[in-house]
């Protein structure tokens, strides 16, 4: 499955920045990044892809000290838009 996931600094200070970078270098994702981007608000956006709701907390659950997390399944948009279609035929089709 794909999620995206935005976080923002939880209580950001020069402390918890050297703190977090000293984590990150040496973290091992359980997960596989397909893009990640920092935000220049010191938080930042990825894109991953989990094969179950235990890898995204086990993936985020170390930085949450640092960062508050939204983290939401996605799906592709040439598989979305088939979806949709059928899901309003059918509501077209009930009286």
Do not use: C
């Not at 970078?21 to 990825?46: M, N, V």
């Amino acid at each position: 499955m794909l999620f995206v996931a935005v976080y923002r600094p939880r209580n950001p200070s020069e402390e918890s920045q050297k703190r977090g970078l000293a984590l990150f270098t040496s973290w091992q994702p359980p997960f596989e990044f397909k893009h990640h981007w920092a935000r220049a608000d010191g938080g930042g956006i990825a894109v991953f892809e989990a094969d179950s709701a235990a890898q995204v907390f086990e993936g985020t659950s170390p930085w949450t000290a640092f960062f508050e997390f939204e983290v939401t399944p996605v799906v592709p948009i040439q598989e979305a838009v088939p979806i949709s279609m059928k899901n309003q035929a059918w509501m077209d089709s009930v009286a």
